[in-house]
């Protein structure tokens, strides 16, 4: 069976291709800007496919020429990329989207597996969020996310396609460059690592869902495997590190490994408004977990910050750390 990976050499792509190609896979990856320096180690076992989603043209090429049957559509634009520019986050997570469903269709792939987000949520979000709760997104980002999430419903009740998909909460890892609501919690450590300073844009009692990129990757693998008469639910939150951590918890967990850490706290009232306006206490993955078996690998930011500084020490190429 050959996989297709869309957004295939990005955070979760690249570390859901190692996965596959560990385990024997054919692996192809899709995406706009290649990264070249996330596939180290397994450069010569993955195809990678430059290309557009929002072209419907290249995605269904790369669908049909590979004869793909499994489908990760991990790619698109992110949060804060969205919200400058929702005229291209149409076109890269809407439109990029039908067209990755049009090409399963048409071209009879098995299974598609979607990346959604807790940016579902916005609006009156209750403290305790539930794959019932209602989404009304208050980003770009997750307005085209709650979209792609009922098509790709639509496609399983009309067209019989396997489709399921995953909420991730925030996702942190080394090497992020592009902004998020999150990112605070990878700079801190990362910042930490190299021995730099680092100046938080968020208060020391914010909190928000985040899981570790290791997990969101193994995440995005356990449901595709998953038995298909156990995908009930079919979109899916699924969680990481609980409890939350303050960033001042987070802080101060750094310091045991890296006691000369210099973090600092100067909160932006703009991102401060989104934080307030969250109001997320939990994050519920029930149905994954007693539907196909999510349990996170790294629960903890103990086991977090301890891998983390383990990867950017060994593979400092991979995640563009200088």
């Given at each position: 069976m050959t996989k297709l990976i869309t957004g295939g050499t990005g955070f979760i792509g690249a570390e859901l291709?190692?996965?596959?190609?560990?385990?024997g896979e054919n692996v192809v990856l899709f995406d706009i800007a290649p990264n070249y320096n996330r596939l180290?180690?397994?450069e010569t076992k993955v195809k990678v496919v430059q290309g557009d989603l929002s072209n419907w043209s290249e995605v269904f090429n790369v669908v049909k020429e590979n004869s793909i049957q499994c489908i990760y559509?991990?790619?698109g634009m992110l949060s804060v990329p969205s919200n400058a520019n929702p005229w291209a986050s149409f076109r890269a997570n809407v439109c990029g989207t039908f067209h990755v469903l049009e090409a399963a269709r048409l071209f009879e792939v098995e299974k598609v597996i979607f990346s959604s987000t807790s940016a579902t949520y916005g609006l009156d979000t209750e403290p305790v969020v539930t794959d019932k709760s209602v989404q009304r997104p208050t980003t770009m980002y997750g307005c085209g996310k709650v979209y792609g999430e009922l098509l790709g419903r639509f496609?399983?009740?009309k067209f019989g396609l396997d489709f399921r998909s995953v909420r991730y909460p925030s996702i942190i890892g080394p090497g992020v460059k592009t902004p998020g609501v999150a990112q605070y919690n990878s700079w801190m450590i990362e910042h930490a690592a190299l021995g730099k300073p680092f100046e938080c844009d968020v208060t020391e009692e914010t909190t928000i869902p985040v899981m570790y990129f290791k997990d969101a990757a193994r995440c995005a693998d356990m449901i595709c495997e998953a038995p298909k008469e156990k995908i009930k639910t079919?979109?899916?939150n699924v969680n990481g590190i609980s409890p939350q951590k303050t960033a001042k918890e987070i802080e101060l967990i750094i310091k045991k490994y890296l006691p000369e850490a210099v973090i600092t706290y100067h909160p932006n009232p703009e991102i401060m408004k989104f934080y307030k306006s969250l109001n997320m206490e939990t994050y519920d993955d029930t149905n994954a977990r007693e539907e196909w078996g999510w349990t996170p690998l790294y629960q903890t930011f103990e086991k977090v910050v301890a891998d983390f500084i383990e990867e950017i020490r060994q593979h400092p190429k991979r995640y563009g750390i200088t």
């Open positions: 291709a190692r996965i596959l190609v560990e385990r180290e180690g397994i559509h991990l790619g496609y399983l009740n079919v979109n899916y």
